[in-house]
């Protein structure tokens, strides 16, 4: 069963930004398909390092039509960017430093900075951009 799944209320509005946040959704989903059938530490440390690069590119993009709409939390989205990658590279510290992560642990801790972040910052940036801004 999808771990995450798009909700009409994630739309930004930026074709873009949709795009690679139903694939970022796909790419966790991925991962937590694949936890219960392979061995955590094999299966896990390339995926989380694939799922940073992707999540990283997506928020320079992201960022990149904030100041291009001068968006006037562009500073405060982005800090909450900062604080998502810092998690997302303490489950990768904790992976190649051997300590337990549970499945359960990891899916969730994706689940919920995921919904968090497209329910508070995403959705402020889709009410402010509208949906229109292509």
């Known amino acids: 069963m999808a771990l995450l799944h798009w909700k009409p209320e994630y739309t930004v509005g930026i074709d ?7 694939e970022l959704i796909d790419l966790i989903n991925r991962l937590h398909a694949a936890l219960p059938t ?9 995926f989380l390092g694939d799922l940073f690069k992707a999540i ?3 928020f320079a993009l992201e960022e990149r039509f ?5 968006y006037d939390q562009l500073q405060i ?9 810092d998690e997302i ?6 992976f190649v430093g051997g300590d337990a992560v549970t499945d359960d642990e990891l899916s ?7 919904s968090q972040h497209f329910e508070t910052h995403d959705a402020r940036l889709h009410r402010m951009l509208g949906h229109h801004s292509h």
């Not at 873009?16 to 139903?22: F, N, T």
């Not at 904030?66 to 001068?70: F, G, K, L, S």
């Not at 989205?77 to 990658?85: A, G, Q, S, T, V």
């Not at 590279?89 to 904790?94: K, N, P, Q, T, Y």
């Open 38 to 46: 392979n061995s955590i530490k094999d299966s896990v440390e390339p």
């Open 16 to 22: 873009a930004v949709d795009h690679e946040h139903k």
């Open 56 to 58: 990283s590119g997506h």
């Open 77 to 85: 989205h982005k800090n909450d960017h900062e604080r998502l990658l």
């Open 66 to 70: 904030m100041r291009e709409r001068d």
């Open 89 to 94: 590279r303490e489950i990768m510290e904790s």
């Open 108 to 114: 969730t801790r994706l689940q919920r900075w995921f």
